[in-house]
């Protein structure tokens, strides 16, 4: 099946300091690519959906300032946590949507744990 | 209340078990997929489906357009069947933007 990749897979940073996430469909093109968010314990929550070639789509809520999203190329999503904090600590979760027949399947990164100390 | 409702929340099995986890959402879909999230956090999709029954392995995906509602079965669980299995619908409309909405989620753990 369709593969995706995200690095780094676990990053601690300084508060303050900017993190780059990347996503990466690795055998497939990926016209559109999602950003989620995941609390201990809580459900995905999509903070945005990013078309190659086109700003990015923030949820309601989601400052669009502090998490900057590219995504230049039709295999490669970044995601950049800006003067990051405590509490943007979390789990992040990309996904890209590939052809599947007639339809789009989303296929999962495996996911970057973010510490802010 | 939540778009799409799991349950239960927590399941606690003996290996060999047969398991339901239930879901039920209350808007218009065009699919609806079942995941799996294993305790290390990486998502692996295990089915999306928008209408009748679908089979891997020992899993078992229905759905009911009419009721809103999907299942997963595990037949003969196992162990490494321990994760979390999250059920998520996607909206209507045709395209690659479409979301996903998730629900929180059933743990389940198979004890040997």
């Known amino acids: 099946g369709a593969v995706v990749s995200q690095h780094p897979s676990r990053v601690i940073c300084k508060s303050g300091t900017s993190v780059k996430i990347e996503c990466r469909s690795l055998d497939f093109q990926a016209t559109t690519m999602f950003w989620y968010r995941q609390f201990p314990k809580q459900s995905l929550m999509l903070m945005a959906t990013?078309?190659?070639?086109?700003?990015?789509?923030?949820e309601q809520g989601v400052e669009k300032d502090k998490f900057l999203i590219n995504h230049a190329s039709l295999t490669l999503s970044t995601l950049t946590v800006t003067s990051a904090h405590p509490e943007d600590s979390s789990f992040y979760i990309c996904s890209a949507n590939g052809r599947q027949g007639p339809s789009y399947e989303q296929y999962f990164g495996p996911g970057t744990r973010l510490t802010v100390t | 209340k939540n778009e799409v409702e799991q349950s239960p929340q927590n399941l606690t099995a003996q290996e060999g078990e047969f398991i339901t986890i239930n879901c039920s959402y209350s808007?218009?879909?065009?699919?609806l997929h079942w995941l799996q999230q294993h305790p290390g956090g990486g998502i692996v999709s295990l089915f999306m489906?928008?209408?009748g029954k679908k089979k891997h392995g020992r899993l078992i995906a229905t759905i009911n357009i009419q009721e809103k509602h999907s299942s997963l079965h595990i037949t003969a669980s196992h162990p490494r069947d321990s994760a979390v299995y999250i059920c998520a619908v996607r909206s209507m409309g045709g395209g690659s933007n479409y979301k996903l909405t998730f629900g929180k989620g059933t743990l389940l753990t198979v004890n040997p």
């Open positions: 489906l928008s209408s």
């Open positions: 808007v218009g879909i065009s699919a």
């Open positions: 990013s078309n190659e070639g086109s700003k990015a789509t923030y």
